[in-house]
């Protein structure tokens, strides 16, 4: 499933249970505090906390407030369920750092069969 | 990947139509990680709310191959009005509630709703393979019980529990374990006397240096006992993503410091001091304010040892009006309790025992009917979910057992610790 959206870069380690709003999808920590993940390409680098993350996720896609992509450095296990219930497209371990290359705003094609992702405009 | 023939066959529909599910969502969770094969898990411990429709599907014809219990609920549901939550919120979950639990009954798990399943019966065998749910359950069963327990969302653990497999991938691989990260208390801390909130500040800085990494905990001058393990842990899964702490001395992994790392060298050697443990106490801490409206116990579940210790601090003392102690523990451990009249003393104080809920991370804060301002806990990964999970509403004073007890019986929070400046 190739997607294409706008990135939100979340610069530290993110909990889907604790730092957003499931209602609204609105962060509550760290780079985008006060800004919701609906419809973007949520980047962050890694997750942390609670294993309830899937659960979080498939309300907010229940709510139309979920993420279209997610990219990240590491996906951990609690990272692949989100995707494999949700069925968000998840990409990780990318050649290049991530989070050096994604900025928030970009135009961004995620394509995860082929295992690339585009930057389509700054 | 290679399946074994009776894989296979859960694959193919011979096992009713709900575990080929199942099994499909296995296999794709170990082609993510590029496992070589599946292995056989004996014990799992699951989610209590699933998405609805997703559980009818893979319930189908299914039932658990597992030894399996369930995780407790946002609130006590059987006192959930002693407990002061909103009539029409409870009336508008609860039919989604006993909808899982229709589930989970016929499907043969223990709906025993608690955190700490292995303090009632759901006890992981070392060097088994587990998959139980719940950021601290997994770090206790990887770690305390030395099962292979992964560290993957809460669906993966239903998976588990209706094939009674996981990928082989992870901390399921032996030389997975290993130590990463080296931490050691400086010795003038004297860790040994550390309490419970003191145990949870420490490791809620060990989480946040650490995040994922298979942590190691060197220099502590006693074998931690299972309440000392879960305060000091649970906050490893909160500030970071820990899913296995060897502590030397203490865990099965770790009887030396050589066995911890094996052929891996620390990447990192963090000494915690005096310095490290104020700053995790004043972040614990999101309020001065000693005017507590109430304290929550009970994260992760209480033991008969701690209902004991609260049982001394209650005798003959009364909580003061417009106060309140809410008390998290498993209906089992309750019933245990009760044989031991530990119930009556702990009551007759105005502490309430609740039962079945996530007492405090997951209380739906603004669903309360007279919402506390400011919540007192000796849990540190309570502390941090309730500031969060209240959205920054709900302030938290955070410190000893007996400081939290005291606030709600003398009316005033003061903290008897080592750790304010």
């Known amino acids: 499933m190739v997607v294409e959206g ?27 505090a006060g800004k919701s993940f609906k419809d973007k390409i949520f980047v962050f680098p890694q997750s942390k906390g609670s294993t309830l993350a899937p659960y979080v996720v498939a309300d907010c896609r229940r709510n139309r407030v979920a993420p279209k992509a ?12 989100v995707a494999i219930l949700s069925h968000i497209p998840t990409m990780d371990e990318f050649e290049k750092d991530i989070m050096e290359v994604v900025e928030t705003g970009d135009h961004i094609r995620v394509d995860p069969d082929s295992g690339f992702i585009e930057i389509i405009g700054k | 990947m290679k399946l074994t023939d009776e894989e296979r066959m859960m694959l ?11 099994m499909d969502m296995v296999v794709k969770w170990a082609e993510v990680y590029g496992a ?58 609860n039919p989604y509630w006993e909808e899982c639990i229709v589930y989970y009954k016929k499907l043969g798990m223990i709906p025993n709703f608690t955190c700490c399943p292995y303090m009632v019966g759901n006890v992981p065998l070392f060097r088994s393979y587990t998959n139980f749910f719940g950021s601290e359950a997994v770090l206790l069963t990887n770690s305390y019980f030395g099962s292979r327990n992964p560290r993957v969302g809460g669906p993966a653990c239903l998976l588990s529990a209706l094939t009674g497999k996981a990928p082989y991938e992870g901390l399921m691989v032996e030389e997975n374990r290993f130590g990463e990260i080296l931490f050691e208390p400086d010795p003038a801390l004297k860790m040994e006397t550390f309490n419970y909130g003191d145990l949870g500040a420490f490791g809620y800085y060990v989480g946040m240096v650490a995040q994922e990494r298979v942590t190691v905990i060197h220099g502590i001058k006693k074998r931690l006992d299972f309440e000392a393990f879960k305060y000091l842990t649970a906050p490893m899964a909160t500030s970071g993503s820990v899913a296995l702490c060897h502590i030397v001395g203490t865990t099965p992994e770790a009887l030396t410091l050589e066995q911890a790392f094996g052929p891996r060298k620390p990447q990192e050697t963090v000494v915690v001091g005096e310095k490290e443990m104020k700053e995790m106490w004043g972040k ?63 009551e007759k104080s105005g502490a309430m025992l609740l039962t079945g809920l996530c007492n405090g991370p997951l209380t739906p804060w603004d669903h309360m009917v007279d919402k506390p301002k400011v919540v007192a806990t000796n849990s540190a990964k309570a502390a941090h979910y309730i500031y969060a999970g209240s959205g920054m509403t709900v302030d938290v004073r955070f410190g000893s057992t007996e400081d939290c007890i005291n606030s709600v019986i003398t009316g005033k929070f003061v903290d008897t610790g080592r750790w304010t400046s």
Not at chain 2, 12 to 22: D, H, I
Not at chain 2, 317 to 346: E, P, Y
Request: charged share 30%.
């Open chain 2, 12 to 22: 193919e529909g011979k096992y009713g139509t709900g575990t080929a599910k199942a």
């Open chain 1, 70 to 81: 997610i990219l990240c450095r590491k996906a951990d296990g609690v990272v692949a369920m």
């Open chain 2, 284 to 346: 614990l801490n999101t309020t001065d304010s000693d005017d507590v409206d109430l304290v929550c116990l009970g994260c992760p579940h209480l033991s008969i040892p701690e209902l004991k210790e609260l049982a001394a601090l209650l005798e003959g003392k009364k909580i003061k009006d417009g106060k309140r102690l809410f008390i998290g523990v498993g209906d089992d451990m309750l019933a245990i309790a009760k044989k031991m009249d530990l119930d009556r003393i702990i």
């Open chain 2, 36 to 93: 070589e094969k599946l292995v056989n898990v004996t014990n799992t411990h699951t989610s209590p709310g699933e998405p609805i429709e997703w559980l009818k599907e893979i319930s189908e014809g299914a039932k658990a191959r597992t030894y399996s219990t369930v995780h407790p609920f946002p609130i006590d549901r059987i006192r959930w009005e002693k407990q002061g939550i909103k009539r029409a919120w409870v009336e508008n979950m």
């Open chain 1, 6 to 32: 706008e990135a939100m870069v979340q610069k530290e380690n993110f909990s889907f249970f604790g730092d957003v709003n499931r209602d609204n999808g609105v962060i509550n920590v760290g780079t985008n």
